[in-house]
C-alpha cells in the first residue's frame, strides 16, 4: 500500500514537472515569438523605406497623378536647396520666396514614408501664389532627401523643424512670422513644437490629420494589417524603437499629452473616415486645446484627403483663421534673398 502511494505521489510529480516544462516551454516560444515579431514589426513600420510599391486603389493612383502636376508647378519656381545638420545627418530642404518682400514664412511638414513636395506640394499655390508667403518644405530625417534611416513619428522630428525655424530667423530677421502646416506625422510634428516652447517668430499652427501619440497609430496601423489587435507585438516594437532609435512611441510621441503646454493658436482638420488615424483623436486633441483654437472636418475624407476632397472650403478657413490672428495688410517690395 505504501509504495503504490510512493508510485501514484512520484508520479503525480512526474506530470506536474511535465506541465510545468510544457507550460514553460509555450512561454519561451510565445516570448521568442513575440521578440521576432516585434523586430520585424519595428522595421517594417520604423525603419525608412524610400521604395513605395505603386499605388492600387483608384482614389490613391489618382493622388499619384495630382502629386506629379504640383511637384512640376512647385519645381518650375526653381526651388534654393538648403541643407543643415542634425545629430551627424544632413537635413534637407526646399525654399521658394515669396514674389514680393514679405516677414510672413509657412514650413510644411510631410508625414510618415513620404516627402515634402508629395505631400505638400497641393498647398504652394495657396500659400506662395494666393498668401505671397515666404514656402520652405523641409525632408524629415529619413525622408526624401534628407539623410537618416530611423523614423521618429515627431520625436526628433520636432527638434529638427526647431532648426529651420532658426535657420530662418537667423537669415532673415527676428521679426519675422512662422506657420507651420503639417499633415499627418507632420501634424504631429507641427503641434510638437508648438507644445514645447517654440521660439516667438511660430504664430500659428494647421494641423491636418494628426495622432494623439504614436503608440496608438502603430497599433492602428499594424491591426489594418493583421486584423487583429497587437498589443504584445506593439510593446516589444516599442521596446526595438527605445533601444534602436532611442524613443518611446508613448512618451516621446505624444501631442495629446504635451497639448497642455499648447503656445500658439492652433487649427485642427481631420477626415471623418480616416482608417489610420481615427477621427476620434481629432476631438481629444481640439478638447485638450488650452489656446485660441478652430476646427474643419471634412466627413467623407480618408486619411489626409480633406484639402483634395473640400479645397475651397479648406481655403476659406485657413483664410478666416489667418486673418484672425495673422497682419495680412500687403507688404511691398522686393523678394527676398
Request: glycine letters at 8%; aromatic letters at 12%; one cysteine or more.
Amino acid at each position: 500500500m505504501d509504495d503504490m502511494l510512493k508510485f501514484n505521489k512520484k508520479d503525480n510529480e512526474v506530470k506536474i514537472m511535465t506541465a510545468l516544462y510544457i507550460i514553460l516551454g509555450i512561454a519561451a516560444f510565445l516570448l521568442i515569438l513575440f521578440v521576432i515579431l516585434g523586430a520585424v514589426g519595428y522595421k517594417v513600420a520604423l525603419v525608412s523605406n524610400r521604395h513605395k510599391k505603386p499605388e492600387t486603389e483608384p482614389i490613391k493612383i489618382w493622388r499619384a497623378g495630382e502629386r506629379k502636376k504640383n511637384d512640376a508647378y512647385l519645381l518650375s519656381h526653381n526651388p534654393e536647396d538648403l541643407s543643415l545638420e542634425s545629430h551627424g545627418e544632413k537635413m534637407r530642404a526646399w525654399f521658394v520666396p515669396a514674389k514680393s518682400e514679405t516677414k510672413k514664412f509657412v514650413i510644411c511638414i510631410h508625414g510618415y514614408n513620404c516627402n515634402g513636395p508629395d505631400e505638400c506640394g497641393h498647398l504652394f499655390p495657396f500659400y506662395h501664389d494666393e498668401m505671397g508667403f515666404n514656402y520652405l518644405l523641409p525632408d524629415l530625417r529619413g525622408h526624401g532627401r534628407s539623410e537618416g534611416s530611423k523614423i521618429g513619428f515627431g520625436s526628433f522630428d520636432h527638434k529638427d523643424i526647431k532648426l529651420w525655424i532658426d535657420y530662418l530667423v537667423e537669415r532673415f530677421g527676428e521679426d519675422i512670422e512662422i506657420v507651420l502646416h503639417g499633415i499627418s506625422m507632420g501634424a504631429a510634428t507641427a503641434m510638437l513644437v508648438n507644445n514645447t516652447s517654440p521660439r516667438e517668430q511660430v504664430k500659428l499652427v494647421v494641423e491636418d490629420c494628426g495622432f494623439t501619440n504614436a503608440y496608438d497609430v502603430v497599433k492602428n496601423k499594424i491591426k489594418t494589417m493583421i486584423g487583429f489587435e497587437p498589443r504584445i507585438m506593439v510593446f516589444f516594437i516599442n521596446i526595438f524603437c527605445n533601444i534602436l532609435s532611442g524613443y518611446d512611441l508613448k512618451k516621446d510621441c505624444n501631442p495629446l499629452e504635451t497639448m497642455k503646454n499648447a503656445k500658439n493658436p492652433v487649427m485642427f482638420v481631420h477626415g471623418g473616415k480616416d482608417p489610420l488615424v481615427p477621427f476620434e483623436m481629432c476631438g481629444e486633441l481640439y478638447d485638450a486645446c488650452p489656446v485660441d483654437k478652430e476646427i474643419f472636418t471634412v466627413p467623407d475624407a480618408i486619411h489626409a484627403f480633406c484639402y483634395y476632397d473640400k479645397k475651397e472650403q479648406y481655403n476659406e478657413k485657413m483664410r478666416s483663421f489667418f486673418a484672425k490672428h495673422l497682419d495680412l495688410a500687403e507688404e511691398k517690395g522686393e523678394t527676398l534673398s
